[in-house]
Structures are given as C-alpha cells and as structure tokens.
C-alpha cells in the first residue's frame, strides 16, 4: 500500500480543494458489506443462471417465482447489510461539506442512502420498491402495496404481477436519472469511479464525459476495468479501505 501514498495524498488535496465532486459507484463499492458483485461467479442456489437471464422480462415471464425468490434472497441481503468504511466516508463527507458531493450510483441497494447520501441518484433503480410488471388491464392504478400475497405478489382484481423496483437489461433508466447523472460528471471538477467494471452503459460512459469536461478522474478498484483508459489515476485497492482516505 506504500506504494498508493502519494497519489492518495494528492487526490485528498484535490478533493478537498474542489467545489464539485461526483462520485459513481457499482457493485464493488458495497463488496465489503457483503453483497456480491455481479460479475462474480454467481454463487450458490443461482450459480446455474446468468444475471442478465434473470434480470429481465423476459426472464421473469418465463419462470415468475424463481425470478421472484432470487431477488426475494437478494432483499434479505440488502436489509441484513451495513453500509461499509466507504459508504460512511461519503456520507460523512456530505455532511462536513454539505453540496459539493454528488453520488450517482448503478447499485439497488440502499447503502448510499443509509450512510448519508440521501440524494444519490440511483441509475438502476431501488431493490426494495415493488412495482407492477404491466399496465392495469382495466386501465385502473392499483397501490402495489395492495397487491395479494405470492411469489410473485398479484392484483387480486386483474391478475397482474408485482415486480421489483430494477432497471432490467434492455429497459430504459428511470427518467431524467442519467441526466442527472451527466450533469453531475459534466460540471465536476474531481470524478472518481469505485467498484465498477465498466461493462454495462450508459453509466460506463460518465467517466469519459467528464474527463473531456475538465474533470480530474480517478478510478478506485481492486482490479482493472473497462473504463480504465478514460482515468488520471487508477488506485488499486477496495472502497472500504480507499474512501476513508480520501473524503
Ligand atoms: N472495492 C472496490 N471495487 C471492488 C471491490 C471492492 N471491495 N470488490 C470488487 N470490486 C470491483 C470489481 O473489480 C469489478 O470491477 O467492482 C466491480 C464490480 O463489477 P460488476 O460486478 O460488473 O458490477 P457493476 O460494474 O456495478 O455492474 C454494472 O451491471 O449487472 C448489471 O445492473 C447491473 O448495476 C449493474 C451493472
């Protein structure tokens, strides 16, 4: 780690000195809570799957309870986690410096949120909100909260099915997230992207938009990413044992 000295020194003073901030996280940043990333082996009962399989409509039509009881466990394991040194770096962070942080995050846990960022713009978004798979078949808006109980949950009145809160592959982001989202790496003046692989847009794009506007950027990961070349720095290591030394 001697090694990360210097340029952990002089990121700190960058982000110390910047007005602006904007941090984006993926799965990496919530590892050290104990929710698995998605490009680790799959582990366990959903071994035998592949995300993208289960995280889609399609995947859902096809078999509505085995999707319905993966994200079930997935749930659980929100709810059980703590938010880790890193999530708590930021949130403390926000609060000794309130408006120059802006957290735009791909993962659908409530880390972030519990930590202190309460304003972090979720791209993918929320495990814990339910919401309905289709429109009403009698044009009516049900609350999901009504819906009867099942895996998954149904209208009691048209059958439809209750869903989790996600962006799925090849669903569109909520609206005017990644907006949100390109703003905020637009106008930063530091830009530092922890615990993704970079495999999955348009998120993967924010590092490069801001870097072409100024921003200094910085890429916190164990491992190397696919979004390495759009970083000023690349800092080996995990969020939990980086973020506390630089916010
Ligand atoms: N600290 C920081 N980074 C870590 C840590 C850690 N403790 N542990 C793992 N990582 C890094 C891995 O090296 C990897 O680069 O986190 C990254 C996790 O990559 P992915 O599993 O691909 O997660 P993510 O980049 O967030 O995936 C993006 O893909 O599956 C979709 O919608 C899903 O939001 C997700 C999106």
Redesign the pocket.
């Known amino acids: 780690m001697a090694e990360l000295e210097e340029p952990v020194r002089a990121l700190r003073e960058r982000i110390e000195r910047a007005g602006r901030v904007c941090v984006l996280s993926?799965?990496?940043?919530s590892?050290?809570s104990g929710i698995a990333?998605?490009?680790?082996a799959l582990t366990g009962l959903w071994s035998r799957f592949d995300?993208a399989q289960l995280?889609s409509v399609e995947g859902f039509r096809a078999d509505p309870p085995m999707v319905w009881d993966w994200y079930a466990e997935r749930r659980e394991g929100v709810r059980a986690a703590q938010p880790n040194a890193?999530h708590l770096a930021l949130g403390e962070f926000a609060r000794r410096r309130p408006g120059v942080l802006t957290v735009v995050t791909?993962?659908?846990d409530d880390l972030h949120q519990r930590a202190g960022n309460r304003d972090t713009i979720r791209l993918?978004g929320d495990i814990l909100r339910d919401q309905w798979l289709d429109g009403c078949g009698r044009g009516r808006v049900c609350d999901v909260a009504q819906a009867e109980d099942g895996r998954p949950p149904r209208c009691a009145e048209c059958g439809n099915q209750v869903r989790p809160g996600v962006?799925w592959f090849g669903e569109m982001l909520p609206p005017g997230a990644m907006e949100a989202a390109e703003h905020a790496a637009r106008t930063s003046e530091v830009m530092l992207v922890?615990?993704?692989?970079?495999?999955?847009w348009p998120?993967a794009g924010l590092a490069t938009k801001a870097r072409r506007s100024g921003a200094f950027v910085a890429i916190?990961?164990?491992?190397t990413?696919e979004i390495d070349d759009a970083a000023h720095v690349l800092l080996q290591g995990?969020?939990?044992q980086l973020l506390p030394r630089l916010f």
Do not use: I, K, L, Y
């Open positions: 993926g799965a990496g940043m590892a050290e990333t998605f490009r680790d995300p995280a890193g791909q993962n659908v993918h962006v922890v615990g993704t692989s970079g495999a999955v998120a916190v990961n164990p491992h990413s995990t969020a939990a």
